[in-house]
């Protein structure tokens, strides 16, 4: 069984940082195109970044551009959203979703439970 469990989510201040952890199961993630993803209630999910199974990042929204970062370790079958300078328009429950193909990275058929992120002075 396929799982991804996604973790690191928290309450901080503006400006600070936090890592998100998105870790699978039940298969190899070095294979997979990792997407982050973050969703509003009322709104709809947005993608964050995607991460290639080459560790590349592709798909950055503009309002992350130099802010967040996708990386990966394959030891540890985790992928890791790094978010710095957080703003309190980054307050969401983020998913990381996981798909074979690089090209459905914007459309993952597998996805996390989701992690709640809350930037707040």
């Known amino acids: 069984q396929l799982l991804l469990v996604e973790s690191g989510g928290g309450f901080v201040t503006p400006g600070e940082s936090l890592r998100l952890s998105c870790q699978g199961s039940g298969f190899s993630m070095e294979g997979y195109s990792i997407g982050w993803f973050r969703q509003v209630p009322g709104k709809d999910r947005e993608v964050v970044a995607c991460?290639?199974?080459?560790?590349?990042?592709?798909h950055v929204s503009d309002f992350v551009k130099g802010r967040f970062t996708v990386s990966r370790d394959n030891a540890k079958n985790t992928v890791y959203l790094q978010m710095n300078n957080l703003k309190p328009e980054d307050t969401a429950v983020y998913y990381c979703?996981?798909?074979?193909?690089?090209?459905?990275?914007?459309?993952?058929?597998?996805w996390g439970q989701g992690t709640q992120v809350t930037v707040s002075p």
């Open positions: 991460s290639s199974t080459s560790d590349k990042m592709s």
């Open positions: 979703g996981a798909d074979l193909y690089e090209t459905k990275c914007l459309d993952p058929v597998y």
